[in-house]
């Protein structure tokens, strides 16, 4: 059993206390400190390898899936599947791997909860890989008919099952539509859900930016740069995302320092 953590918990409990209480409240922080040293609660995370091997297979097999969604696959669902494949700048054996797992995904006896559930196990801990997951998977879907119907009922179904919420999800629809009208998609990209008169606003930018239009300017600058931070394409990829997908996390970058310039012009901040 390890003790370390009660034992300073307890100590520092009492120094800055002086009452029975401190000791307790302190036993119970270093139990818990304990506990998350010992491992408890934590099965063994997949290897990188593991990871990105899943992330890619889950990709395209749940891309098909949901294209499939409206009772069939259209041209504009292939022709969308094709341009993401291009985004991700696969080679041959791998566009050939992608299109077989997009042709699985398609099937009715296609269990789409299995590899969600195989993903989520794999990337425990990597949650801003999930979220890159999702968004690829809404991407798909704006390019190939602008998200509505049938085709977002599987996507709220998808992140549910991934444990990302409606607020995430319509932030991650502000960001798309946003990252289309910036035309910081790259080669192959689309320009779905256009803005009224062709050009990102302002309010578009704040959601990117994940803050309210009346934060400080204190707050825009730290909002940037927590969002600059948590999807820093070497880091997505240090936890996961594999390395063909790089650009997608790339493009993702671009739009929010596209949208940062935006609040910062307009607001005169330097």
Known sequence: MVWTGKLVGAFLGYVLTRRPIGVLVGLIVGHIYDLRAAGWGAG??????????????????????????????????????????????????????????????????????????????????????????????MRAALMADGLGGATRQALVRVAATLGIGAGEFAHLEAFLRFQAQAGAYGAGGARPGPTPGGSTTLGEAYEVLGVAPGASDAEVKRAYRRQMSENHPDKLVARGLPESMLEVAKQKTQAIQAAWERVRESRGMR
């Open 44 to 137: 063994p995370r997949a290897s990188l390898a593991a990871v990105r091997a899943t992330f890619f297979r889950a990709a395209f097999s749940i891309m098909g899936h949901v294209a499939k969604s409206d009772g069939r696959v259209s041209e504009q669902d292939i022709a969308a599947a094709r341009r993401i494949f291009r985004q991700f700048s696969l080679g041959e054996a791998d566009t050939r791997a992608a299109m077989e797992l997009f042709t699985q995904g398609k099937q009715p006896g296609f269990d789409a909860e299995a590899m969600l559930a195989e993903l989520v196990d794999a990337c425990r801990g990597r949650e801003a890989v999930l979220r890159m997951f999702l968004e690829i998977q």
